[in-house]
């Protein structure tokens, strides 16, 4: 576990740029990235190169000891070359052009912008080929950002059609599996078919989620392009990318160009994109389930361990409010993320930039070099790892590692088909799947986020919130981990839909109904004064956003939580079929954090799976290696109780407000005080 900055050699003076790099290394940092904004400077006019500068920070960087991360600059087209070809540009759903001026300006179909991408990498990854120093590249920056993963430009229309044409054959599948008779939107040709611009009415629905998925295609496609042509100049660099917490792009499809996964993570960010209140802890410190979520994600998407690109230093820029962290805070971040499977956090930046759009954003450094709180916390957890790195850790089962033995479902198709319909503004599918995520870690459970068709016999349980789209290749795989033992639970509006966004033939859940032993009467969407009420094991809960009405089968499905108020007082709310070895529980609505809480509990009892006893919401516990790291989220001291012959690592039982421990004690010894 080592601990990086993001820098920018290109905003600095020549003399500045030594002094800041010997800081960085008395610091305790490892690794420095650079280069992903610089193409303007690697090449001020077409053909003209300049790499001395970044080549001169780099030999710095191996001088003092550290590590260089290099990035292809193709997040930001330079001038000239938008002027040469100003058919690289994006361009929206109702043709405005996204011009030059900002970053992510750029069309992933573009045939020319591909060409001039490959160019600038090759020429930058030749020039360092055999430099020492630098251990690994980052591809571009933040694919998708500020809203640019859709291009609706006339390449991308051609790219979409020769999509749709590999995908389908022929043009009258692709009207069948859509459903184009609706609203007279049967096409003749593919050549009809555009990509979903501005309409008078809403899109088809399958139309918009092939276009989904066409336009993450397409960015894998692009950055595929780069990692192929880093990897045949020098193999042994690895190749990641920082993807953004809650990604509208699929991750798990890059797993296989990418040595590893990085994400970039902002906790006091993150937790204001939702439309939920925000606590004065979480604007100090974020939210831990917010932030473990896309840690467990990236970790899966190649199996390894992952790094966190950007981390937050301080204050930032971008979101509705900027309170500073709290005391410690970034600290904190960094052994989170250190408990979740990074094997390195980089912080974002080095020195705050008197320039440009992120003049607001804190560094490590003030714009004058003096020591930010950032620093002071980047430091502490520098010297933390070298001492967890010398620590006497004992052999652990696979369960005690970074893998666990639970996993939740999580599906970008599913996001996209629900984001295009989701029939009530609250329903939002990283929420609902953060409510299971959530009452998981509230008991210290180890969670793999992982896409539906992974191989699930290694788990003990399987959470598989709103497996919207499915089909009978999907519902076969469920029933085998069932009969052969495994204990699944689903819920609200699973197999709603086919794989193309239409409805099943058959009533709701389609080809899961075998699976859970129950079919779907009726559902509701409702607000929150007509939440209903279930009972359930002999209390009461709210069941809040979306209800439905459940019906089991002859000789399928046990109820065992009803509606007791509204339209479906008496009916099932929640049933479990017993299937061969195993069980499979449908939960018939959005519970409320108690109620999930108990559903989660009840399928981890069945499951075998050990558990700590339910934390407070601010306190949480990752398993890895052998060590258990005890982060404290909030803004008051906690003591926890441990073994008597618990040997601490970091910190000691009582972790104060914003701070971590680190322990040798499984997470299931551990209790906190009353």
Not at 197 to 211: E, F, G, I, M
Not at 316 to 331: K, L, T
Not at 467 to 490: I, S
Not at 654 to 671: E, H, K, M, Q
Request: aromatic share 12%; with cysteine; glycine share 8%.
């Amino acid at each position: 576990m080592h601990t990086g900055v993001c820098y920018f050699p290109e905003h600095w003076e020549e003399d500045r740029v030594e002094t800041d790099i010997e800081r960085m290394a008395e610091a305790g940092l490892q690794y420095v990235r650079m280069g992903e904004f610089a193409w303007s400077r690697f090449e001020p006019e077409r053909g003209d190169y300049d790499f001395e500068w970044l080549e001169c920070a780099v030999s710095l960087v191996s001088e003092y000891g550290m590590e260089a991360v290099l990035c292809t600059p193709t997040a930001s087209p330079p001038k000239w070359l938008v002027d040469e070809e100003p058919s690289i540009l994006q361009t929206e759903a109702d043709g405005t052009t996204r011009h030059y001026g900002g970053r992510r300006h750029y069309c992933f179909n573009s045939p020319v912008y591909r060409r001039e991408s490959e160019r600038i990498t090759e020429r930058l990854a030749e020039r360092f080929a055999d430099h020492p120093a630098v251990a690994g590249w980052q591809t571009d920056n933040e694919y998708g950002c500020h809203g640019t993963l859709r291009c609706y430009c006339d390449d991308c229309a051609s790219a979409f059609r020769e999509w749709l044409r590999e995908t389908y054959g022929d043009v009258e599948t692709l009207n069948e599996r859509w459903g184009t008779a609706f609203w007279s939107q049967e096409v003749t040709s593919f050549e009809q078919v555009d990509p979903p611009r501005h309409t008078a009415a809403d899109h088809h629905p399958s139309r918009l989620l092939d276009y989904y998925r066409f336009a993450s295609d397409s960015a894998i496609a692009y950055n595929r392009l780069q990692t192929r042509l880093l990897r045949a100049v020098n193999d042994d660099w690895f190749v990641t990318h920082n993807f953004m917490s809650h990604d509208d792009l699929d991750a798990y499809a890059f797993g296989d160009d990418l040595d590893f996964a990085s994400w970039d993570s902002y906790p006091t960010g993150h937790v204001q994109t939702g439309d939920g209140p925000v606590s004065d802890a979480e604007f100090r410190a974020g939210n831990p389930d917010n932030l473990g979520l896309d840690h467990d994600l990236y970790r899966c998407v190649t199996d390894e361990p992952h790094w966190v690109m950007e981390q937050q230093p301080g204050d930032i820029n971008w979101p509705p409010y900027s309170p500073q962290p709290g005391d410690g805070a970034m600290r904190l971040w960094a052994h989170y993320a250190a408990g979740h499977g990074a094997d390195v956090v980089s912080y974002f930046r080095w020195r705050r930039c008197r320039m440009g759009q992120e003049q607001y954003h804190s560094g490590l450094l003030e714009r004058d070099g003096t020591p930010d709180a950032g620093f002071h916390d980047a430091v502490a957890a520098s010297a933390d790892f070298d001492r967890l790195a010398t620590a006497s850790l004992s052999e652990t089962d696979a369960d005690e590692t970074h893998g666990g033995s639970v996993a939740l479902l999580h599906d970008y198709d599913n996001l996209w088909a629900l984001s295009i319909e989701p029939n009530t503004p609250e329903f939002d599918y990283w929420v609902h799947l953060e409510t299971y995520y959530t009452a998981l870690r509230e008991r210290a459970v180890t969670v793999d986020v992982v896409p539906p068709m992974t191989d699930l016999s290694a788990y003990n349980a399987v959470v598989a919130p709103t497996l919207h789209l499915a089909d009978n290749e999907l519902a076969n795989r469920l029933t085998a981990y069932v009969e052969a033992g495994g204990e699944l639970l689903t819920t609200i509006r699973s197999g709603m839909k086919d794989p193309y966004n239409k409805l099943h033939d058959a009533p709701q859940p389609g080809p899961l109904a075998s699976t859970v032993g129950t079919t779907v009467d009726d559902h509701e969407s409702v607000p929150e004064q007509l939440a209903a009420t279930v009972e359930y094991d002999g209390q009461r809960y709210d069941g809040r956003v979306w209800n439905e009405w459940l019906a089991p089968t002859a000789d399928g499905a046990t109820v065992v939580g009803r509606y007791d108020n509204g339209p479906a007082e008496g009916t099932a709310a929640v049933t479990r079929n017993d299937l061969g070895d195993g069980s499979a529980t449908y939960v018939g609505t959005w519970p409320e954090p108690a109620f999930a809480g108990v559903l989660v509990e009840d399928l981890l009892e069945r499951a075998g799976v050990k558990t700590a006893d339910p934390l407070p919401s601010q306190l949480r516990l990752c398993r890895r290696d052998g060590l258990t790291w005890v982060a404290n989220f909030g803004a008051e001291a906690v003591a926890v109780d441990a073994p008597d012959d618990a040997e601490w690592y970091v910190g000691e039982p009582t972790i104060g407000a914003f701070d971590v421990a680190v322990t040798d004690t499984p997470p299931a010894a551990l209790s906190v005080d009353d």
